[in-house]
């Protein structure tokens, strides 16, 4: 019962600071979007391919990377000329507001519109924590297999977009799309679900879309 109790106290207590989040940033005209999936669900090339896209201005957004160690996906953000922000949870699987709330005091937001969480890797606990986020993005890709939705509904329930990544290797395994995509509805009938290759940068529009729309 006390374990309950602590872990009830400590989301309550991230839940205000990512209420406060959201309210600056959204007084700052600044969205913020948290992009979450597993370790290899390809969440960084696909950033990497959404903002190598023409109509996107690098200049107004700026990236937080969460790590539990390394720098390495920071540095592809910062070689593409994106403002980033590196955070590493030393071992912790998720990250909190807390963390998120002085990664910003640390970026320049000066004419940024579009802040973009790239989550640590992991279905479980990173879904349990509110970043202050205006949009959540779930990644999963078909080499991961059909049952991750009703496995891992927490992710899926609350996401406002999921994309399928690594559709060009569908071919290559039993990956079901339209049973995929069911299972996603059955939790949350409002999700919009896409197909993408991050890697062969095809059917990112619904993203591109969304960043260039302010």
């Not at 019962?1 to 007084?27: P, Q």
């Not at 948290?34 to 023409?54: C, F, I, M, Y």
């Not at 049973?179 to 890697?199: G, K, M, P």
């Amino acid at each position: 019962m006390k374990t309950i109790t602590v872990n009830v106290n400590v989301l309550n207590k991230n839940d205000e600071i990512a209420s406060l989040i959201k309210e600056d940033l959204t007084k700052k005209n600044i969205r913020m979007i948290n992009l979450l999936g597993t370790p290899g669900s390809g969440k960084t090339t696909l950033l990497e391919a959404v903002l190598s896209d023409e109509r996107i201005d690098k200049n107004t957004v700026a990236v937080i990377e969460g790590d539990l160690y390394t720098d390495k996906d920071a540095q592809r953000m910062q070689d593409m000329g994106i403002r980033t922000i590196q955070l590493n949870t030393e071992g912790a699987c998720h990250l909190e507001a807390d963390m998120i709330q002085r990664a910003l005091e640390e970026i320049d937001l000066d004419g940024i519109n579009t802040v973009i969480i790239d989550n640590i890797g992991n279905l479980v606990c990173t879904a349990e924590f509110s970043l202050g986020e205006h949009i959540r993005i779930g990644v999963a890709s078909v080499t991961e297999g059909n049952d991750k939705p009703l496995k891992y509904p927490l992710l899926f329930r609350t996401a406002d977009m999921v994309l399928i990544n690594k559709v060009d290797l569908q071919p290559y395994t039993n990956f079901d799309v339209e049973r995929f995509t069911q299972d996603i509805h059955s939790l949350n009938e409002n999700a919009e679900v896409y197909t993408c290759s991050a890697y062969k940068a095809t059917g990112l529009e619904p993203v591109i879309k969304m960043l260039t729309t302010v």
